[in-house]
Nanobody, 125 residues
Framework: QVQPVESGGGLVQAGGSLRLSCAAS????????MGWFRQAPGKEREFVAA????????YYPDSVQGRFFISRDNAKNTVYLQMNSLKPEDTAVYYC??????????????????WGQGTQVTVSS
């Protein structure tokens, strides 16, 4: 099992950048596909990015493609989300998630088994 813990959230102006980190406990971090989701008040949890266990494959929805970049350092048991050109609509609680089982999909909350507590990102206009 892994226990993700997010950090790096905060307040940033529109157009700015922020990097989130997710440190995951456990000795088999490199076996886990890792993902980032976000949830704004009154909205469903939304897929933001995912990265394969070995880091070779990245996945993004159109809403963040070209602005957000996911990466991982398996030696540090950490996954990152670099967020650039932030917009007010990016304001949300951002969650890190993990799974080790095989699945053809990566963009649904039910595709993941372990979740962090979330970190708030607020983008001011």
């Amino acid at each position: 099992q892994v226990q993700p813990v997010e950090s790096g959230g905060g307040l940033v102006q529109a157009g700015g950048s922020l990097r989130l980190s997710c440190a995951a406990s456990g000795r088999t971090f490199s076996n886990y596909l890792m993902g980032w989701f976000r949830q704004a008040p009154g909205k469903e949890r939304e897929f933001v990015a995912a990265i394969s266990a070995n880091g070779d494959n990245e996945y993004y929805p159109d809403s963040v493609q070209g602005r957000f970049f996911i990466s991982r350092d398996n030696a540090k048991n950490t996954v990152y989300l670099q967020m650039n050109s932030l917009k007010p609509e990016d304001t949300a609680v951002y969650y890190c998630a993990a799974r080790s089982r095989t699945s053809p999909t990566v963009a649904g909350p039910t595709d993941y088994d372990y979740w962090g507590q979330g970190t708030q990102v607020t983008v001011s206009s």
